[in-house]
């Protein structure tokens, strides 16, 4: 089992929709989880952090945590075009300082 | 939050040959990490490299094939090692934000064997 996993997608939605995009991880010592957004050819880059169980928002932005069901979501509302890229999840399993992603999925926002 | 300067941008390499990928970063940093990236897919992570300590390997990848040095708090290198066809991938350094806040990336190295 790997240690964070997503669904590779393609996730396609129409402009202006909600895109919901999910991820499970297997260790239940990870506390602390990230989204990271990475257009093709570029580097990912950090956009949400996540570390207790509920909802952070930011902007059009909002991570979901659920410990208990070892569940991560991000929400993007009011999609745009220029969210079409790949949103990658990681977290950091028990004790360690490193940073271990998810297969990413590929969001598709259609105009 | 810490920038940083990774080079080259993208080499073109023979097989059988080794190329050293730099990592400079613009304030002290405790731990850096390499990762790759291969064609389609997610970051997987070779190495954390602590200054003065050997770097930590993880499952699959061994130090003779991705010699990784960490003078400072500020620099390391990667190196990848006798390449072949199956090295071309994006390797790409990271540092931690702020302790507990996520990493930041270098903008990759892109390389290619032939």
């Known amino acids: 089992q790997k240690e964070v996993e997503q669904n590779s997608g393609p996730l396609s939605v129409p402009e202006g929709a909600i895109a919901s995009l999910n991820c499970t991880y297997s260790?239940?010592?990870?506390?602390?989880f990230f989204w990271y957004r990475q257009y093709s050819g570029k580097s990912p880059e950090l956009i949400m952090s996540?570390?207790?169980?509920g909802d952070k928002e930011d902007g059009r932005f909002t991570a979901q945590l659920n410990k208990a069901s070892q569940y991560v979501s991000l929400l993007i509302r009011d999609s745009q075009p220029s969210d079409s890229a790949t949103y990658l999840c990681?977290?950091?399993?028990?004790?360690?300082?490193?940073?271990?992603f998810g297969q990413g999925t590929t969001l598709q926002v259609k105009p | 939050s810490a920038v940083i300067s990774q080079k080259p941008s993208r080499d073109i390499c023979q097989r059988g040959t080794s190329l050293t990928i730099q990592c400079q970063v613009d304030s002290q940093v405790t731990m850096m990490f390499w990762y790759r990236q291969q064609p389609g897919q997610s970051l997987t992570l070779i190495a954390t490299?602590?200054?003065?300590?050997?770097?930590?390997?993880e499952s699959g990848f061994v130090i003779d094939k991705f010699p990784i040095s960490r003078p400072n708090l500020t620099f390391s290198t990667l190196t990848v090692s006798n390449m072949s066809p199956e090295d071309s991938s994006i390797y790409l350094c990271?540092?931690?934000?702020?302790?507990?806040?996520?990493?930041?990336f270098g903008s990759g190295t892109r390389l290619t064997v032939v």
């Open positions: 990681a977290g950091h399993p028990s004790n360690t300082g490193k940073l271990i």
């Open positions: 490299a602590n200054q003065g300590s050997e770097a930590t390997y």
């Open positions: 996540i570390y207790s169980n």
């Open positions: 260790d239940r010592g990870s506390q602390s």
């Open positions: 990271s540092v931690e934000l702020t302790q507990g806040y996520g990493y930041t």
